[in-house]
């Protein structure tokens, strides 16, 4: 299965910008990149996905490089609430998604 | 609706005995489902997904066991729990073709 590598942790300060990279150099061409978030004791919950051209929805945007070898979540004013571990993954025709251990996010007040 | 229900939301459970984690889904028929588990602090490990009824692949060799009787219900099963099966267990629905996930609020079984 591809892999996806990000950042073990990062830290933001409430109400600027974030940006989340991840690296994924074995990606093929049918490949999604997908974002999730998890909060504390709950399931992931999906942010954004996209496959060549940069994605903007009401939650965040993510860039793709031009060569689709990597991508950059980007939350555009941090709030607390944003507080979480972030996986990028990649969604293959087999439909099986492995998910790393993904960036803890920090946000402070 | 692409809700997805899962219970219980916690459970301890003695080693050497039997587990039951269902899952049932709303929404679109034939859906893509999965069981991943979640050890403290770790992502998420693939165990078993499903593409149709009585269709069950593993990915992870080990001591418990899916089945999905109904289109829209996934089991997965033990029928003797060790400590390492202790985690945060997740049902997940594959949504339309690029793939999107909707996850279940899982189940946190600790095994004692």
Same mark, same amino acid.
């Given at each position: 299965?591809?892999?996806? #590598? ?23 061409? #049918? ?11 709950? +399931? ?34 941090? #709030? ?14 087999? +439909? ?5 251990? +993904?960036?803890?996010? #920090?946000?402070?007040? | ?20 984690? !269902?899952?049932?889904? !709303? ?31 593993? !990915? ?33 629905? !594959? ?18």
């Amino acid at each position: 299965d591809a892999k996806t #590598t990000q950042p073990n942790s990062m830290e933001s300060n409430e109400e600027e910008p974030v940006h989340l990279p991840c690296n994924h150099s074995t990606i093929s061409g #049918t490949d999604y990149i997908h974002w999730y978030r998890q909060l504390p004791s709950q +399931g992931p919950e999906y942010v954004i996905h996209g496959l060549t051209s940069n994605v903007n929805n009401r939650m965040a945007s993510l860039a793709i490089a031009e060569d689709r070898k990597s991508s950059t979540l980007i939350l555009h004013r941090a #709030t607390l609430r944003d507080a979480a571990v972030y996986y990028c993954i990649l969604e293959t025709n087999a +439909g099986k998604s492995t998910f790393g251990d +993904g960036t803890t996010l #920090t946000v402070k007040p | 609706s692409q809700t997805i229900h899962q219970w219980p939301a916690t459970l301890v459970q003695p080693v050497g005995s039997p587990l039951s984690l !269902e899952c049932t889904v !709303e929404g679109t028929s034939n859906p893509n489902l999965y069981w991943y588990r979640q050890a403290a602090g770790r992502g998420l490990q693939l165990l078993f997904y499903s593409v149709g009824i009585g269709q069950i692949s593993s !990915e992870v060799p080990q001591n418990l066991s899916a089945s999905r009787p109904q289109d829209r219900q996934f089991i997965l099963s033990s029928k003797k729990l060790l400590l390492s099966d202790s985690g945060f267990y997740l049902c997940a629905r !594959e949504e339309g073709p690029s793939g999107v996930y909707t996850f279940g609020s899982g189940t946190r079984l600790t095994v004692v």
